[in-house]
């Protein structure tokens, strides 16, 4: 029951200091313009490059559409969700509201969980967002996505969990917001150049989603479960560590 | 049948921060339903004490229990808490807030808004409680913790500082909230107002450096120490001769505190017999018009400064 009043408690918070409308602006904005920049890329080229540069480009079809979306979501995306989580568990010590609510009967691990499940909700409207835009503008300008379009959103989803869940375990441990945010947009970096190697790329969250692609085009689905349990992993470190730090702090 | 366990218990309690020492073995016992007043400086350890009770800080050493329960989280819904400086959502209304302090705490329902209304009719915040907490004052701010800490109708009220900001009448109001508690609830004020303290509290604990100086019925504390105070209320307007009349007694071997305060002199002495006398006769020889001359009941700050024997204490102010 606590970590339901604390749920809601968060989801409007986000809402009046305008970070979930932020992130449903630009969440909204990736699921039209990805499905739009891939079908469109070729003329855009041809209308600056001309004929020659534009015949560089191949005939766009539904899965630039979907790598268009995917890449966008594990980048931009991942950048908002790290900005609207650096200052989660910081911004209420700074501000003082946080022994306001840890001298009522709530648990730090309800606390905790409660700022998790408040920033997994509001990815997951971003998410919903984006999908639906996708969705609808992916159907008019190639055709209408298959079942497996729900796989590659449920992927990016996870992968945004991740950024989330280390972005809010660093501002719990550093009690800083710009240095939770930096460790966000590391994790970011690192991530990405990590999920290029071959054999452990597929692991990170980046890596999980082009497989997420690769599923969506035909690869068996079997393929992703080890990739999706990864970043579940990856959610599941960042918070128990930020919960062992959180239950020794004083406040 | 055994008692009932005190409604505040520390054995050893100790608290440190590095090097400083916060509180140094603390034993203390606050008991159901006593309005227990918690004085000291700065830094003598009352807001660690309080925190520590809450569960926010954690003790370094020694025990504390509430009603026989070790803190916790448990412990948490016996205790309404206003923290020195009450912050709090600015995006959230007050009547926001004390919804969501009521609903942490379990009420539901019914119970829930009438513990809120119940709140918001002590706290006197009617006027303003739709309003974003943004908009608040440090007074209306103050209200609202309050209202905050009783919305659940604890069993025990820690409240540091809670009339600090407020004016006049605000803390009036409060001092009379405190006192209509006095038999239903056990609360824990911290202050340094000792006029307040003297007003509505029935047990009184002096902390200094971390230490507990003294813990007793405030009236009984008052009885102890009560060696007399005289004052003197000079006619004159002559400041250079009140000056030196005032030095001539504080030069006195038996006068332990000697504040002044315009043309009113307070003086504590330590009991000697034939100070008055004495000071009667100082008066007189030094030829300064005096409007009155009164051998008064000492107050909790004559205690207080008697206890902590303060540098300051003899100085005039």
Sequence with gaps: MTLGILLRKELVEQWRTMRMPSLLVVFLFIGIASPASARYMPKLMEAIGGPTFAAAFPTPTILDAYAQLAKNIAQ????????????????????????????????????????????????????????????LYTGLLFAPPGPAFGLLCFASFLCLLVFATITLAASVITGSAVAAGGTGLGALVIFGVVSMLPNVGVYTPAGAVTRAVEVVSGAGADSLIAPLLAQVAFVAVAFAAALATFRHQEI | MTAPPPAIECRALAKSYGEVRALRGLDLSVPAGSIFGLLGPNGAGKTTLLRLLTGLRRATAGTARIEGEPVGPETARSIGYLDQDPRFYPWMTGLELLRLSGSLC?????????????????????????????????????????????????????????????????????LEVLARLRGTSTVVVSTHILGDVERVCDRVAILDHGALIVESEKEALLERYATPVYEVEFAGADAAAADRVTELIRARPWATSVTRAGSLLRIATSGTDGAGVELFALLANAQYPVERFERSRPSLEDVFLRLLARPGSASGS
């Design chain 1, 76 to 135: 931009l995306g991942a950048l908002v969700v790290v900005v609207i989580s650096m200052a989660a568990v910081s911004s209420e010590r700074d501000r003082g509201t946080l022994a306001f609510l840890l001298s009522k009967p709530v648990g730090r691990g309800a606390f905790l969980a409660g700022k998790l499940a408040g920033l997994g909700a509001t990815i997951a409207l971003g998410m919903l967002a984006a999908a639906v835009a996708a969705y």
């Design chain 2, 106 to 174: 379990g009420l539901r329902g019914s119970a829930l808004r009438a513990g809120v209304d119940h709140a918001i009719d002590i706290a006197g915040l009617a006027e303003f409680v739709r309003r974003r907490i943004a908009g608040y004052s440090g007074g209306m701010r103050q209200r609202l913790g309050i209202a905050q800490s009783i919305v659940h109708d604890p069993r025990i009220l820690l409240l540091d500082e809670p009339v600090s900001s407020l004016d006049p009448e605000g803390r009036h109001d409060v």
